[in-house]
């Protein structure tokens, strides 16, 4: 009796340890993006999925759906949320309806330029904002950039009011829709994936993108003009299920956070060189012609989008907006 209970404690111990064995390899995770390969998030969730498959070998692997090949920009977050995909890196304009305080990064003209930015993400206000989602199920692990903002159009933008009258693709975003209603221009909400037939058509007019967008998604080719506006920025939060990243075993999850400090700071460094190297092949394409503008067209746009900032303040938080214009000082 005491053998066959001895035997039977090894068979249960070794089905045991197959069953955990089974469990970590079963760990799937599914990164679902909206953009190109060839872009900063395209590339670093690549990277995020080599290093993670080399470090932990039979433990974890990503699966990686590019160019809305698994949901689109208007379900990814829904699909994060009932567990459909377990990353996701939506733009910061995405999250305004979970919290009030992401929508500083959708202000025009508040941040000088990358380097202001990255102060502020890095800063306790900006690590608390990844945090501030956590009760609706949503926990933010980084920052990536991709750009500032540049205007185009299907006719040169130098001054504000060269905008009136012309209808522009935006997310869907409180802020935007004010930002260019405040030009006198009109704001349309569509889906990423929908924006090059729709500049092609005329369904719009013009479009705001860095210019890592601009080239990967062609849209220089139906885009006659690029104004050099620098006038917001475009990035994204890197964004699991509360749930399934706080159940992830012991042995895993503080390897991924390593991982994923790699990889953003490689992002964000890729995204300054990305940056420039698109423009200039947009620019050698002849496709299209980019304008500079005078200090004094800069101080015009900023004019004109100031009561933007003051209407949205209160609802973002003035700490919060006070502490991105401090990022400004170096």
Request: glycine residues 6%; proline residues 5%.
């Amino acid at each position: 009796m005491h053998v066959k209970s001895t035997i039977q404690a090894i068979l249960a111990s070794a089905a045991l340890a197959l069953l955990t064995g089974v469990a970590q390899a079963e760990i799937v995770i599914k990164f679902s993006h909206v953009v190109a390969e060839n872009t900063p998030k395209g590339q670093g969730a690549l990277k995020f999925k080599k290093l993670a498959e080399e470090r932990l070998p039979g433990k974890v692997k990503v699966e990686v759906y590019p160019n809305s090949q698994l949901f689109g920009d208007g379900k990814e977050m829904e699909a994060l949320l009932l567990g459909d995909v377990q990353l996701i890196a939506p733009s910061l304009s995405k999250f305004d309806r979970y919290t009030n305080q992401i929508q500083v990064f959708d202000l025009p003209f508040l941040f000088n330029d990358i380097a202001a930015i990255h102060r502020f993400q890095n800063g306790p206000t900006g690590q608390a904002i990844l945090k501030s989602m956590t009760k609706k199920g949503l926990i933010g692990l980084g920052y990536w950039d991709n750009g500032m903002k540049q205007l185009s159009a299907k006719k040169p933008l130098k001054m504000p009011e060269d905008a009136k009258g012309l209808k522009f693709r935006i997310q869907a975003s409180d802020i935007l829709e004010a930002q260019f209603k405040a030009v006198g221009a009109i704001p349309q909400k569509l889906a990423f994936s929908e924006v090059y037939s729709a500049l092609e058509t005329g369904v719009v007019d013009g479009a705001e993108n860095p210019w890592s967008n601009a080239y990967s998604q062609k849209f220089y080719e139906v885009q006659p003009y690029f104004t050099e506006s620098n006038h917001g920025y475009l990035g994204y939060m890197l964004v699991a299920n509360n749930k399934f990243w706080e159940d992830l075993p012991a042995d895993v999850r503080p390897v991924l956070e390593k991982i994923l400090a790699e990889v953003t700071a490689e992002v964000n460094k890729s995204a300054t060189a990305f940056s420039e190297g698109d423009r200039q092949k947009i620019k050698d394409s002849g496709k299209t012609q980019i304008l500079q503008l005078t200090p004094e067209q800069r101080a015009a746009w900023q004019t004109a989008m100031k009561p933007v900032l003051d209407q949205f303040t209160p609802k973002i938080g003035k700490d919060i907006v006070d502490a991105a214009m401090a990022a400004n000082k170096p």
